[in-house]
């Protein structure tokens, strides 16, 4: 059985991690009303987690480059592997989006991002309370897209699993 390398997978689980994190820190602070020093904390966790994930999705997408990943398993039928394939480009395209979505919303709200409380992020707009608005909803609706591609992803790979019984699952997992 072909197997994705150690660096791939240690790669797709932590950033499947560290979004699945970021994603309920998300609902967790804005579901907090007011400010309070809480909610600040975990906005400033929340950017920090998507500085991380950018990062990350940058050394992933340069590892996949260089790397070329298993061939597709010939009992899957082409048009799934057309689905697979786009579903791919959808989330390489979100994990990007998302995050450089988020931090033009900051900007755009005059908040700065201090990756850890040590590196000052420039600012690449100044602060605009109608771009803040639709860059609000733009990371918002980029955010919920990307949650229904992971799941749909993962209920992907659980069928692979359980119901075809190949072993689309079992390439991507450490163990």
Not at 136 to 154: I, K, P, Q, R
Not at 159 to 168: A, G, L, Y
């Amino acid at each position: 059985m072909q197997r994705y390398t150690k660096t791939a997978m240690l790669l797709h689980w932590l950033i499947a991690l560290l979004i699945i994190s970021a994603f309920f820190l998300g609902l967790t602070m804005v579901a907090i009303p007011g400010f309070s020093p809480t909610k600040l904390k975990y906005f400033s966790w929340h950017k920090w987690l998507g500085v991380t994930v950018l990062a990350l999705v940058a050394i992933r997408l340069l590892w996949r480059l260089a790397n070329k990943p298993p061939a597709p398993l010939a009992s899957i039928p082409p048009v799934q592997h057309k689905l697979a394939e786009g579903m791919h480009y959808l989330l390489y395209f979100l994990m990007f989006a998302a995050p450089i979505s988020g931090y033009l919303f900051s900007s755009a709200a005059g908040v700065p991002v201090v990756y850890l409380k040590l590196i000052p992020l420039p600012v690449i707009i100044g602060p605009d309370p109608e771009l803040k608005a639709l860059l609000s909803t733009v990371h918002y609706v980029l955010v919920m897209t990307m949650a229904a591609a992971v799941v749909a992803h993962a209920l992907a790979a659980l069928k692979h699993h359980f119901f075809d019984r190949d072993v689309t699952l079992k390439r991507m997992l450490p163990f």
